[in-house]
């Protein structure tokens, strides 16, 4: 079944704003991914966090690998109207090699 | 480079009818895999691939075939379409090593009625 919990589901949020949104699991996770979808199209990998700790920044956006490495973070600083689109975590939990488990999605949309 | 590509586009089926889903990469790519996404859902591994000749079932394998008989094709086969195969598959594929850093195909809308 499911393993990624990604919250919140969908916003709706101004031009300019900051957006924050996150995927939890109840198990470990050796990488974390975040990739975006456009209406119609497959998804795009964003960024790719290889460490527990580690913050990595991809121009507006920035991601971070949970210490306890049952989480992750994507941040998306000053949005614009092109940043609407599903964003989904992913991750290659241990034990399941070669596999990687996709969150549910968070829809994110943006108004002028 | 063509990168990933997927035909067709669209499908209507029948129940019981069966088809296969093209996918192929020009990008010498080892690892290919298949993904159904659903509304609510997100994408849900079907099966998957590290190289030719070598074939693995991922979240959700029941009703689906796959074969890998050269490292640029991986065609997904549905034996007897059921409406609960209605989707949109994504074939997807990486160098093995960075398995996780995959690159997506366009997908195929998929209604079984």
């Known amino acids: 079944g499911q393993q990624l919990n990604q919250s919140p589901q969908s916003m709706f949020i101004q031009e300019g704003e900051d957006v924050s949104m996150n995927c939890t699991s109840s198990?470990?996770?050796?990488?974390w991914l975040w990739y975006k979808q456009d209406p119609g199209e497959g998804p795009v990998l964003l960024i790719a966090?290889?460490?527990?700790?580690e913050l990595t920044s991809n121009g507006r956006l920035t991601a971070q690998f949970g210490i306890t490495r049952k989480d992750s973070f994507l941040n998306i600083s000053a949005s614009i109207p092109s940043d609407v689109g599903i964003y989904f975590c992913?991750?290659?939990?241990?034990?399941?090699?070669?596999?990687?488990?996709f969150g549910t999605g968070t829809r994110l949309q943006v108004t002028l | 480079n063509a990168g990933v590509t997927q035909t067709p586009k669209f499908q209507v089926l029948k129940t019981g009818q069966s088809m296969t889903l093209q996918c192929a990469q020009d990008?010498?790519?080892?690892?290919m895999s298949w993904y159904r996404q659903d509304p609510g859902m997100g994408l849900r591994l079907i099966h998957y691939s590290v190289g030719a000749g070598i074939t693995d079932q991922g979240e959700v394998p029941n009703g689906y075939n796959v074969s890998r008989s050269t490292t640029e094709d991986f065609p997904l086969r549905l034996l007897s379409a059921a409406p609960s195969q209605t989707s949109v598959y994504f074939c997807?594929?990486?160098?093995?090593?960075?398995?996780?850093?995959?690159?997506f195909g366009p997908g195929t809308r998929l209604t079984v009625t």
């Open positions: 966090l290889y460490k527990a700790g």
């Open positions: 992913a991750g290659q939990r241990t034990g399941t090699a070669s596999k990687l488990t």
């Open positions: 997807a594929s990486s160098y093995y090593r960075g398995y996780y850093e995959q690159y």
């Open positions: 198990s470990i996770f050796n990488t």
């Open positions: 990008m010498n790519h080892e690892y």
